[in-house]
């Protein structure tokens, strides 16, 4: 029996967030009324995610609840969750919460420095992340960037100074003309906001404490105004913080304010997964081996229906620059002399070599195999990707990556005019990178080191480029991972780092440690073969299995009257279309376009119905037959293009955002007519996706059990580097069930499932009791029929009103999902059908799961509602709400009140016991 973990002697505590957490759930504080102001989210580009919001939340009641309010706080946050985005935020809240007006952002670095005056204060920036008009109480608020706080003060006006923390301290103490010296923070209050500030404790460094130290010159600052009411604050934010260290906790222990550490941030779905190529190949194959793959992800996200730009990325990584730009020369001749004969040589060489076990790159391999008749096209496509001109050398002698003059083309990878497919560099990440569609890192060999002080570089690296692509997929971005769970390609592909590192043994032993100590989850990407989860044979022969049903409800068609306009598609259209000019493919030198920066809107009064009828003749979708097929109410193209309905060209407006530099008349035809048909294209996938012919009725048709339970294979993802994963509910492991109630041989699950297996298998003999006949518990898992018709079957779709609970108007979603588990009752009267549906996710994605457990709450509340095929009138089917992390929702409680058995908590969580699959490598559970 595995053994509960024990809580570290050792583990710290923080009393700021202990604080704000237990005020979060007693009900008679003031803080559990507390709202994140409307104008935070109303004034920002980008919605606060819900630990965005939670870090304000802990602040405010730093800053409301405890005396004297603390005036320096840290915010311990995941490398790539958004600290800027809070900083702007927070910005806010406390000029208007509190009357702070001046604002010292300050980094240790320029590159961080230069990518934030983008963020806070540069309007004409795609990375600004302030509206562009900012509106508080119906107030225009202006943000303005200063070297020096003025001592007389716009109204409405908000002053943000950015430095380095070296000129903070030069300016602080030593004297000079038009700087800022201590008076400045003592005549006006000042809020601080220092990033990365696991660079600014010198005294906690064991280095002698001098007088001129970034802590002496901020300590200086904070007791700058002691003598006053409005005092200075300092906000440090960091991904990198070292509390093991005695002196570094000591430090900080109470002004640490919020924490959302990387594990956390990547198991939410915020990030990529992390796949290790491990392999013996020479760093030339290894390069070719990444441009294969590279290109692979291209085709497969185009192929799965992504829409938009999809252009993966791919960094060398190097020891030195001269290695480095070495590495690029070699890289450029193996792009030029590619062909198809020693393509396919090296694809089949690569294939027999044992040192490659990559999953990833066998899947490549065979697609190119496959296609072998279009290799020639294949090989033009990866030249023309892969030119010399699309590969950016962003070295400069000391090792430097954003600080040089790419740096507008290194913080613009993602934009659609950026053309570049490959980085070379030898700096790691940088701090102020964020690059979002990095998918490959290349660690050449040559030279590198493998101390631990290297393969931290190269676990931080990893963590920085595991940030999230919000690819756009059926015309919708997202800005968590989708196919969690999902064994197909898309996961492995579309949402998946791989970092491509030797085959050495002792080197990987530091690397993997390395990457433990970050808490990194990441998994070597090798050959995963299925395990097979068989039906137990002693079920087979019970009369549930050769007689009984499951129920779920059946759909209906969507009468064709209800497309009756384009917004029934989910399209929003606008007589003033707003689109960005693709002048990236101009004939012009790229340095030159990466350098057009500021932009403006200009309207296009040449644009026309011209060009909508130009643009539908160029489509084959928009032929008739074929449109009729998505639009059945439409009569005619006339009818299309200019029904009030549909296109309603006569009234269109066309604003393209283009270059400062260019006027309406550099906009040509041809590119006019480009956008026209990128917005037809966007309209294309809508229309298709939206054409759903199905929703769900309270009639249920009952399945039989015989033919839907049977066995299936599923894989195992495998960690190996996370000290935190065991703690974190999605971690998926093998478990070995012999207990009868349970109908599987064994269980893939993760550890909130389990959970909620064993919760169930506490009550199992109460419930026996009560239901004398059967008492199962199925897992549903989609992977038992995922290339079956019969997998859309057991799937339940909403109906009926779409009034929840709490009295709300819930939409209407036309997909089905099938819940994780059923509990199949049985006495001498009924069967009793209890669907069950984990959710180890919080925040956004959770709410937006919220429909789901609408409905399974509707089922239960509305049982005279359901009709049964034939008259059945002996099952009964009701639903619960999602079982959570430690049953947060009292779910369990709620399921045997609804079986008519009363809840006695037991005394001990039962433990099934967790044994190895011995035919898989997957380490699941150890007696400690």
Not at 226 to 248: G, H, P, S, Y
Not at 481 to 492: A, E, M, P, T, Y
Not at 796 to 815: F, K, P, T
Request: charged share 30%; proline share 3%; glycine share 4%.
């Amino acid at each position: 029996m595995a053994k509960a973990r024990k809580t570290p002697a050792n583990a710290r505590q923080f009393p700021l967030v202990d604080q704000a957490e237990q005020a979060e759930k007693d009900l008679f504080s003031q803080h559990q009324s507390y709202e994140i102001p409307e104008y935070i989210n109303g004034n920002l580009i980008h919605t606060l995610r819900a630990y965005q919001d939670k870090a304000i939340r802990n602040y405010h009641y730093t800053q409301t609840q405890i005396k004297p309010n603390p005036q320096h706080v840290l915010f311990n946050m995941a490398t790539g969750s958004g600290k800027t985005d809070l900083m702007a935020g927070l910005i806010l809240y406390l000029y208007q919460e509190h009357g702070y007006r001046n604002f010292l952002f300050t980094v240790n670095t320029n590159s961080v420095l230069m990518k934030t005056k983008d963020n806070l204060v540069n309007e004409n920036s795609e990375k600004y992340l302030f509206k562009d008009k900012i509106e508080i109480d119906g107030k225009h608020i202006f943000i303005k960037q200063v070297e020096r706080f003025p001592r007389i003060q716009q109204d409405n006006t908000i002053y943000i100074k950015l430095s380095s923390v070296q000129k903070v301290s030069d300016d602080l103490f030593v004297l000079k003309e038009n700087t800022m010296g201590l008076s400045d923070y003592e005549n006006q209050p000042v809020a601080v906001l220092a990033d990365e500030a696991h660079h600014y404790s010198a005294s906690t460094k064991s280095e002698k404490e001098a007088e001129n130290t970034w802590e002496s010159a901020i300590n200086k600052i904070l007791r700058a105004r002691d003598d006053k009411e409005q005092k200075n604050l300092l906000l440090e934010f960091t991904a990198t913080v070292d509390f093991d260290k005695e002196v570094i906790y000591n430090k900080y222990r109470d002004k640490v304010v919020y924490r959302y550490p990387l594990n956390q941030f990547m198991f939410d779905g915020y990030s990529k997964q992390v796949k290790r190529i491990e392999t013996s190949a020479s760093d030339q194959d290894k390069m070719l081996n990444a441009v294969l793959l590279s290109q692979f992800r291209k085709y497969c996200a185009y192929a799965e229906g992504v829409t938009g730009t999809f252009k993966p990325v791919i960094m060398f990584k190097s020891a030195k620059v001269a290695i480095s730009l070495e590495a690029n020369k070699v890289f450029n001749e193996l792009i030029q002399n590619l062909n198809v004969t020693d393509l396919l040589a090296f694809i089949k060489r690569q294939q027999v070599l044992d040192s490659n076990d990559s999953s990833a790159l066998e899947l490549a391999y065979n697609y190119y195999l496959k296609n072998e008749d279009d290799l020639a096209k294949i090989v033009r496509e990866i030249k023309q990707d892969f030119d010399p001109r699309n590969v950016l050398n962003a070295n400069d002698t000391s090792g430097n990556m954003l600080e040089k003059g790419q740096y507008e083309a290194l913080n613009t990878l993602e934009s659609p005019n950026n053309l570049y497919r490959v980085v070379f560099a030898v700096a790691k990440l940088t701090e102020g990178w964020d690059v979002l569609n990095l998918y490959d890192i290349v660690r050449i060999e040559q030279e590198a080191a493998t101390n631990k002080n290297a393969t931290m570089v190269e676990a931080q690296l990893i963590g920085r480029g595991a940030r999230y692509y919000p690819f756009e997929l059926d015309g919708v971005k997202s800005y968590q991972r989708r196919f969690d769970g999902d064994s197909s390609n898309k996961q492995l592909f579309l949402e998946t780092l791989h970092y491509h590192t030797m085959n050495e043994p002792q080197y990987l032993k530091q690397l993997v440690g390395s990457l433990k100590q970050m808490d990194l989850p990441t998994g070597q990407d090798k050959k995963n073969p299925p395990i097979e989860i068989k039906v137990k044979p002693a079920f087979k022969k019970t009369e549930t299995y050769k007689t009984g049903k499951i129920y779920y409800n059946e759909v209906e068609d969507v009468a064709d009257d209800w497309f009756d306009s384009i917004q029934k598609y989910g399209i929003t259209h606008k007589t003033d279309i707003q689109k960005s000019l693709n002048y990236g493919t101009r004939e012009v030198s790229y340095q030159a376009t990466v350098a057009l920066t500021e932009t403006k809107q200009i309207h296009i009064d040449r644009f026309d119905d011209r060009y909508i009828k130009k643009a539908i003749q160029r489509l084959e979708f928009y032929q008739f037959d074929n449109l009729k097929k998505y639009l059945p109410l439409l009569e005619s193209m006339k009818e299309f293009i200019y029904g009030e309905n549909w296109l309603n060209a006569s009234k269109l407006k066309l604003f393209l955002t283009v270059p400062k530099e260019y006027k309406s008349t550099d906009i040509t035809a041809d590119e006019i007519l480009k956008v026209t048909i990128d917005l037809l294209k966007e309209y294309e996938v809508k229309f298709k996706s939206g054409y759903v012919k199905k929703r769900g009725t309270n009639r249920f048709v009952g399945y039989p059990i015989s033919e839907y339970l049977t066995n299936y294979n599923k894989r195992v993802p495998e960690y190996d580097t996370a000290n935190l994963l065991n703690e974190a509910t999605q971690k998926v492991a093998v478990y070995d069930i012999s207990e009868d109630f349970y109908v599987y041989d064994r269980a893939i699950v993760n550890k909130l499932e389990f959970d909620l297996i064993t919760r169930i298998q506490a009550h199992v003999n109460e419930l026996k009791a009560k239901y004398n006949k059967a008492v199962y518990l199925f897992r549903m898992d989609e992977n038992m029929h995922r290339e079956s018709a019969k997998s859309e079957k057991l799937k339940l779709h909403q109906y009926g009103s779409r009034i929840n609970r709490a009295g709300e108007i819930v939409d209407m979603h036309l997909q089905g999902f099938q819940p994780d588990f059923i509990l199949f009752l049985e006495d001498s009267d009924f069967y009793f059908q209890i669907f069950i549906e984990t959710k180890g996710m919080s925040g956004d994605r959770f709410v937006s799961e919220l429909w789901k457990q609408d409905l399974l709450l509707y089922m239960t509340d509305h049982q005279s509602e359901i009709e049964f095929e034939d008259g059945v009138d002996n099952v009964k089917i009701s639903g619960l709400k999602f079982f959570t992390a430690k049953d947060g929702q009292n779910t369990i409680p709620e399921l045997m009140a609804m079986s008519g058995v009363t809840y006695q908590k037991p005394n001990e969580q039962i433990d099934l016991l967790m044994v190895a699959d011995p035919s898989t490598d997957v380490i699941i559970e150890e007696d400690e």
